[in-house]
């Protein structure tokens, strides 16, 4: 029996788990006879009103628990891990995976590859269900884990294991057909690269998987990322303005059939494609609720009219302001606009937009999620700066003031000798940094 990665850290006070004597060290071993794999077995399982749960102490003996507790009611247990269990890694060699593209010398945790389906549950991840066998499908089923967020890239077998290189990816369209029929909602991704799933392959793909409307609810496509560091990796091109224009012309088309007949349209363009094809970024209507955003599907456009209704909400006035907004290159026109209009309603603020080129990646990495804090310190130690500098949250590991080259806020305001102000992902949020630099 699998019990050294169940173990509680902590119990709450006054809880059942208080209770009945269990204490941080011990190890939930079994529900009502059922082995405890993960988290999931352990909320689906204490659902009732009446459960023996089994515990190995942490002085190794076993003990039998008969608890009487409420239907709903949890046994105020924290555990070591979030899922009880080890993180499952990725068994494919994809063609475009970014993992893959890292330079050496990052933390270990960044080369991590995870693919596993409680994730995408828990966190959102997106998952390519290469290493889940039948019963983890049907048992994902059964617990009502859902949406599910499924990298699909391509519903031709063949084409999809040869981009995933592995021989189980194959099985996609038996799986979606699965998930189907057990009513689990959906959503999904296609990575394009370009000459492999795009064009006929990309129109296939989408045509496919509108067959689980409404089940799955939303598609999105991205253009893969391509670091400066993929020695003897595929060779992929980037994409050009033109593939761009026909990448959204074929799902502009798709969502025009796919509204009328389901009254959604589904498929989406990340905002990438519109960037690079120098198109406007559509309204809020096209997006169908921002249910793709952490693909960067709307993003734009929704930070774009946030940023508006703040400024909107403000009156105009004579106050003096100096800050820089490090962004990149994607993003830097629209920010570039965004702040000509804000400076029009109040004069005497200055924001300059300081677009960082990836040198760390590679320039082809253009978005501001991927800036390292050593390009921000290198390209912005000339300038003036003015009294702040933003830095947007999607730069920062989670939860942490540390980018993805391990360089520190603290380090960057050392560095260039001013502070740094850390933006939310969200519009209003950018106009108060600017204006209200005393609530910073």
């Not at 529900?31 to 405890?36: A, D, E, K």
């Not at 269900?129 to 994902?140: A, P, V």
């Not at 089923?141 to 519903?155: A, C, K």
């Not at 990149?328 to 300059?352: N, Q, W």
Request: include cysteine.
């Amino acid at each position: 029996m699998r019990t050294h990665i169940q173990k509680i850290l902590s119990v709450d006070e006054g809880s059942i788990g208080q209770e009945m004597g269990l204490e941080p060290g011990d190890v939930i071993a079994a529900i009502n006879g059922h082995r405890i794999e993960d988290v999931f077995d352990y909320q689906y399982l204490i659902k009732d009103e009446h459960i023996d749960v089994l515990v190995q102490t942490k002085d190794g003996q076993e003990v039998l628990l008969d608890i009487d507790k409420d239907f709903d009611e949890d046994l105020g247990l924290e555990f070591e891990s979030s899922l009880m269990d080890d993180y499952r890694s990725c068994s494919n060699k994809c063609i475009f995976c970014f993992i893959d593209q890292l330079p050496d010398g990052l933390r270990d945790t960044l080369y991590f590859k995870d693919d596993d389906s409680r994730l995408s549950f828990l966190q959102g991840n997106y998952i390519t269900m290469t290493n889940m066998s039948d019963q983890s499908l049907q048992r994902l089923i059964d617990y009502r884990l859902e949406p599910i967020n499924i990298s699909v890239h391509t519903t031709d077998p063949q084409l999809r294991i040869a981009m995933l290189h592995n021989r189980f990816a194959g099985k996609i369209n038996d799986q979606l057909n699965m998930l189907r029929d057990g009513g689990i909602i959906m959503n999904g991704q296609i990575v394009l690269c370009k000459g492999v799933n795009d064009g006929i392959q990309l129109d296939k793909t989408i045509r496919d998987l509108t067959h689980y409307i409404p089940l799955m609810e939303s598609l999105s496509v991205v253009p893969v990322g391509l670091s400066d560091h993929r020695e003897g990796l595929c060779r992929l091109e980037p994409f050009t303005k033109e593939d761009a224009c026909q990448v959204i012309d074929c799902i502009e088309g798709w969502q025009d059939k796919i509204y009328k007949e389901f009254g959604t349209h589904f498929v989406q363009a990340s905002d990438e494609w519109y960037l690079l094809a120098g198109r406007s970024i559509p309204q809020e209507d096209r997006y169908d609720g921002y249910l793709q955003l952490e693909n960067g599907v709307g993003m734009l456009r929704l930070f774009m009219d946030e940023f508006r209704q703040e400024l909107s909400a403000r009156a105009g006035d004579d106050r003096i302001r100096h800050v820089t907004v490090a962004t990149g290159t994607s993003a830097g026109p629209t920010l570039m606009m965004l702040a000509g209009e804000l400076t029009r309603k109040f004069p005497h603020v200055r924001v300059d937009v300081r677009e960082i080129i990836n040198n760390f990646f590679g320039s082809h990495i253009t978005v501001s999620g991927l800036m390292t804090g050593s390009d921000i310190i290198r390209q912005l130690r000339t300038y003036d700066l003015g009294t702040s500098l933003l830095i947007p949250v999607n730069a920062l590991r989670s939860g942490e003031d540390v980018l993805l080259d391990d360089i520190r806020v603290p380090d960057i305001e050392s560095a260039l000798q001013i502070p740094v102000s850390i933006v939310q992902s969200n519009g209003q949020d950018l106009v108060k940094k600017i204006l209200d630099q005393e609530t910073v």
